[in-house]
């Protein structure tokens, strides 16, 4: 009987309401509040030192990490519904791609919010550890498998939504496979796609909330 009320609380679509909120507010939050000093065309080192000396950087990474982990987080949920294969690719793909992404999130956020915060109390020659941190060959590699991971997770997960959320599954899964290219784009371009992603969350939630309410109105009444 438990497995039974257990099985059905996993079909409901209202489970990945919350995931996909979360996904959305903290990836736009992460792209909206990161300082872009490193990333401006002719950036000086001092502009890049205030950057990652800025307790914003420190709160924009988390935001991202946080992201991620809620994205994983909806591909976990909607293992149970929709197309059984798909929803298995979404999931395994989804929480082996954040568990090799955040190591790397790790080091660029905390370790060169500690280079810049020497650099900005007067030690600019700490600046040549950026190099080094951001493009060590092990953590480089399985940030960007971990990535492209993500990207094979948002459109299995979007596929096998596609019976519970209908055409409002593909946004979020579209994007969700370009996150590995938006890292090469402009700070504004990148800001936009943190909305864009946000709205594709929204019109998940929204689906899934719908959904479930039809869900329960074509159960028989006990």
Excluded: N
Excluded at 139 to 155: H, P, T, Y
Excluded at 170 to 180: C, D
């Amino acid at each position: 009987m438990l497995d039974h009320l257990v099985s059905h609380r996993d079909l409901d679509p209202r489970r990945l309401v919350a995931p996909a909120i979360g996904a959305g507010v903290f990836m736009a939050a992460y792209l909206l509040t990161r300082p872009y000093g490193d990333k401006t065309v002719g950036a000086t080192p001092a502009e890049t030192a205030a950057a990652f000396a800025s307790p914003w950087w420190v709160a924009a990474h988390v935001f991202g990490m946080l992201a991620l982990a809620s994205f994983a987080r909806l591909a976990l949920r909607a293992s149970p519904m929709g197309r059984r294969t798909a929803a298995a690719v979404g999931r395994t793909t989804g929480l082996v791609g954040v568990v090799i992404v955040l190591p790397y999130f790790g080091a660029e956020t905390f370790a060169l919010h500690a280079v810049g915060q020497r650099a900005v109390a007067g030690d600019p020659g700490v600046l040549e550890l950026v190099t080094p941190i951001r493009e060590q060959p092990v953590a480089m590699a399985m940030f960007g498998l971990g990535l492209v991971l993500l990207g094979v997770s948002g459109i299995a997960v979007a596929r096998a939504l596609i019976p519970v959320l209908g055409r409002a599954a593909w946004p979020l899964g579209v994007l969700m496979a370009l996150l590995l290219p938006q890292f090469f784009l402009p700070p504004t371009a990148r800001m936009l796609f943190g909305l864009a992603v946000l709205a594709a969350a929204m019109v998940v939630a929204r689906a899934a909330w719908s959904a479930s309410g039809a869900r329960r109105d074509h159960q028989p009444a006990a």
